[in-house]
């Protein structure tokens, strides 16, 4: 008979340590642009236009939220795993900045791991969101000499599915959305009225049309479970809510398309059908980084004011419990897959429980142009 998490033992066998990988971002002002180089390697963006784009982080100080809220998700998930008498280091890890992949890797070598399983900070499937980190993963490793065709030669790396629509991540955000609808009460809004915005981080059509080998578009996986959150939401306050999906934080040439309408655009657009009181959602964020700061709580609220709209943006998932806890589900869960067991994958929404070995092409830059990266935790190494 299948297990879940909450009947399966409390066994992480075989994994010794949990890899949390991340983007990473600056520290300070002097971070900014070496971290853009890092972040748009191979692209040749001269530094000057680096310096503009790193005029959002020079705002905050030139850190980014994101490195203290990673630490507040590992503090967190040392306590949900401790409280459930796991024993499993968590080594923290990004792509684009310190402590690197090589930094985590080196840990994970020094406290003599033999195999871990990454937690990547992104719910959804795209290439941004899960095959970029499988690359890094094995492009770091390759240049360390610990790559051959079987991969890893050192430490094994298992992945832990795209988790958006894991019921911890849906209910994490229904609590969000439930507090932002609270918030606008507060400012005089009228929540009855009010529209319903979920954003989320826009990718190019190309890169769009590759997740779907995933199962399902990076498009689709959020309204799958915009669906479901605007649901439990309409049930908890009582009345119908309309919503949509915009997107943010768009990047490249005006002349390459990419996922639309942009929140700015979108709320203009509601503003004309007669809409006043807006909630925005972050769904497609885990938790408060510089794309919420600055897209949202600045630019996309200026333009709200702007428009006579009363406005508020509900939370991330963060380290809410409901998230923390599904995090750990899903860790029990991939380790009894690891052992070969059958396990009920659980999940909301239409779509099905995403892969945790992810097949060959999977969530390409480009649909249709496979590359020459190698990446781990796949069926195939290309």
């Given amino acids: 008979m299948p297990t879940t998490p909450t009947t399966a033992a409390l066994d992480v066998r075989p994994y010794d340590a949990l890899l949390l990988y991340s983007f990473g971002g600056p520290n300070k002002p002097e971070d900014v642009v070496p971290f853009l180089r890092n972040v748009t ?30 630490l507040a998700l590992k503090a967190a998930l040392e306590a949900e795993l401790a409280e459930r008498g796991i024993d499993l280091p968590i080594v923290w890890g990004n792509r684009n900045w310190e402590p690197y992949t090589t930094d985590a890797v080196d840990q994970l070598e020094a406290m003599g791991a033999q195999r871990a399983v ?19 993963l094995a492009v770091v490793l390759e240049r360390r000499g610990q790559l051959d065709e079987n991969g890893s030669t050192t430490v094994q790396f298992d992945k832990i599915r795209s988790y958006f629509n894991h019921p911890g991540f849906a209910q994490a955000n229904v609590e969000a959305v439930l507090d932002g609808y609270a918030a606008l009460a507060e400012k005089g809004g009228d929540g009855a009225k009010a529209r319903l915005v ?30 479901v959150v605007a649901a439990q939401v309409s049930e908890r306050l ?3 809510v309309a919503w949509d999906l915009a997107y943010c934080s768009r990047s ?7 996922l ?28 408060d980084h510089m794309e919420v700061a600055y897209d949202l709580d ?15 943006r509900a939370g991330t ?17 991939r380790a009894a897959m690891a052992r070969g067991e059958e396990v009920a994958e659980a999940r909301v929404g239409e779509l099905p429980a995403f892969r945790s070995v992810c097949v060959p092409g999977c969530c390409l830059r480009r649909d249709g142009e496979p590359t020459d990266v190698p990446a781990l935790c796949g069926q195939e190494l290309y």
């Avoid at 784009?53 to 100080?61: P, R, S």
């Avoid at 490249?252 to 990419?258: A, I, K």
């Fill in 252 to 258: 490249g040439p005006p002349s390459q398309p990419w």
């Fill in 238 to 240: 009582g009345h119908d």
């Fill in 317 to 333: 998932v963060g380290t809410r419990p409901a998230f923390v806890e599904g995090l750990v589900d899903l860790l029990l869960e």
């Fill in 118 to 136: 990454a937690l990547v900070t992104s719910a959804f499937s795209s290439y941004s969101g899960c095959r970029q980190y499988r690359e890094d």
């Fill in 260 to 287: 639309e309408p942009d929140v700015n655009d979108h709320l203009e657009a509601l503003a004309a059908e007669g809409v006043r009181d807006v909630v925005l959602s972050p769904i497609g964020f885990v938790s």
């Fill in 198 to 227: 979920f954003v989320t981080h826009s990718i190019p059509d190309t890169m769009e049309a590759a997740s779907r080998t995933s199962y399902a578009t990076y498009s689709a996986q959020h309204l799958d479970l915009a669906r």
């Fill in 41 to 70: 390697a191979g692209k040749g963006i001269p530094d000057s236009r680096l310096e503009e784009v790193g005029e959002h982080y020079y705002g905050f100080g030139g850190r980014s939220p994101i490195n203290e809220q990673n």
């Fill in 298 to 312: 600045t630019e996309a609220m200026a333009t709200a004011a702007g428009l006579g709209m009363t406005a508020v």
